[in-house]
T-cell receptor, first 112, second 110 residues
Framework: SAVISQKPSRDICQRGTSLTIQCQVD?????MFWYRQQPGQSLTLIAT?????????ESGFVIDKFPISRPNLTFSTLTVSNMSPEDSSIYLC?????????FGQGTRLTVV | GQNIDQPTEMTATEGAIVQINCTYQ??????LFWYQQHAGEAPTFLSY????GLEEKGRFSSFLSRSKGYSYLLLKELQMKDSASYLC???????????FGTGTQLKVEL
């Protein structure tokens, strides 16, 4: 199993600013995943954070908007850049085990 | 790409049994997950199926048919606290990432 600490748990931000979300895992993992969950929606994968290489982004998501860092095997950050109200969502980091995927508690972002 | 379908909403009675279906299309299938998510909380793992058949875990069971691209989650002896969103997620595309369905909002009534 894995325990994931994610922070901040919530934030209210002004449009045009940026927010960096941190994700810390209690064990070394090869890949970490960042998801977005918009109000009333399911989870959508933003990108896969790989240690030692650039993140792999899903269709519709770009590095300029969602830069990701992965400095080591237990930590990653996701930045939401130049925010607009449409970025108001819950952002979740996740790691995968053989037969389970673990999630952080999520960051509830509201952009005003 | 991957395509995952599940009903948007379901309603059931306390003490009853409910089955939530999930159909999927994917390449490089690497397992199917079910998660429960209460409003405002992170998803909670329920089950994982990678081989055909039924996996039982207490009041919850999950079934998989890979040839049909089909899974269901069975909840028995429903309780009010089971009211939540149930997410079907498929691991595929040759990697470890999960693709989630839209989720089924289950409402348990008296």
């Amino acid at each position: 199993s894995a325990v994931i600490s994610q922070k901040p748990s919530r934030d209210i931000c002004q449009r045009g600013t940026s927010l960096t979300i941190q994700c810390q895992v209690d064990s070394q993992v090869t890949m970490m995943f960042w998801y977005r969950q918009q109000p009333g929606q399911s989870l959508t994968l933003i990108a896969t954070a790989n240690q030692g290489s650039e993140a792999t982004y899903e269709s519709g998501f770009v590095i300029d908007k969602f830069p990701i860092s992965r400095p080591n095997l237990t930590f990653s950050t996701l930045t939401v850049s130049n925010m607009s109200p449409e970025d108001s969502s819950i952002y979740l980091c996740s790691v995968r085990d053989t037969n389970e995927a673990f999630f952080g508690q999520g960051t509830r972002l509201t952009v005003v | 790409g991957q395509n995952i379908d599940q009903p948007t909403e379901m309603t059931a009675t306390e003490g009853a049994i409910v089955q939530i279906n999930c159909t999927y299309q994917t390449s490089g299938f690497n397992g199917l997950f079910w998660y429960q998510q209460h409003a405002g909380e992170a998803p909670t793992f329920l089950s994982y199926n990678v081989l055909d058949g039924l996996e039982e875990k207490g009041r919850f069971s999950s079934f998989l048919s890979r040839s049909k691209g089909y899974s269901y989650l069975l909840l028995k002896e429903l309780q009010m606290k089971d009211s939540a969103s149930y997410l079907c997620a498929v691991a595929g595309g040759g990697g470890n990432k999960l693709t989630f369905g839209t989720g089924t909002q289950l409402k348990v009534e008296l």
